[in-house]
């Protein structure tokens, strides 16, 4: 069965570190999203990415966040200069139907810890 | 106001019992709705989506009460793998991200 995949599995940095967190998604959709999860919080929306370009973004991403496709098959989140509260598992996930019931398949996640 | 609320949880129940969730949202326009599971430090899964005349699938079914904002599962026969939490998610209008609840974790007991 297709896949999202996420690297790496488990992240640790230095306050203030660029940190890039990878995925690829599965290979015929469209529709590519980063959530994170707070550890017992609840899974926010950070950014979603179409046709090449960012469709959507939350108040949560910042100028600190970036993402990119920059090869066709990876999507990328940069986070240029990390803040202790990053620290957040970090999820992808994609799409490739349009409209409301499209369902969106979840990456494993990539765990940020910021010291 | 919270755009998804859950109940709190958690839920210890022993195997074999019936467990409902319940979940309101906030914006009226929401146009599509799911559960999702998670176990612990995992990722979310889709458990199923939530039609307007309610729909079952397995020992699971869901509900949705458009005029009052809620949405409801139901478990029958609790078994030991359903020890997750349980996540309500809300999509307001075509590809728009989900909006997820707190989620509200059950225990299953032997």
């Known amino acids: 069965e297709p896949e999202v995949t996420q690297t790496p599995s488990h992240q640790v940095t230095q306050m203030g570190q660029e940190v890039i967190l990878r995925c690829v998604p599965i290979s015929n959709h469209l529709y590519f999203y980063w959530y994170r999860q707070i550890l017992g919080q609840k899974v926010e929306f950070l950014v979603s990415?179409?046709?090449?370009?960012?469709?959507?973004k939350s108040e949560i991403f910042d100028d600190q966040f970036s993402v990119e496709r920059p090869d066709g098959s990876n999507f990328t989140l940069k986070i240029r200069s990390t803040k202790l509260e990053d620290s957040a598992m970090y999820f992808c996930?994609?799409?490739?139907?349009?409209?409301?019931?499209?369902?969106?398949?979840f990456g494993e996640g990539s765990r940020l810890t910021v010291l | 106001r919270k755009e998804v609320e859950q109940d709190p949880g958690p839920f210890n129940v022993p195997e074999g019992a019936t467990v409902a969730f319940n979940c309101t949202y906030s914006n009226s326009a929401s146009q599509s709705f799911f559960w999702y599971r998670q176990d612990c430090r995992k990722e979310p899964k889709l458990l199923m989506s939530?039609?307007?005349s309610g729909n079952e699938d397995g020992r699971f079914t869901a509900q949705l009460n458009r005029a009052s904002q809620y949405i409801s599962l139901l478990i029958r026969d609790s078994k030991l793998s359903d020890s997750a939490t349980y996540l309500c998610v809300v999509r307001n209008s075509g590809n728009t991200p989900l909006v997820f609840g707190k989620g509200t974790r059950l225990s299953v007991i032997a």
């Open positions: 996930a994609s799409t490739g139907g349009y409209g409301l019931t499209g369902e969106l398949f």
């Open positions: 990415f179409y046709n090449n370009e960012i469709s959507e």
């Open positions: 939530v039609y307007s």
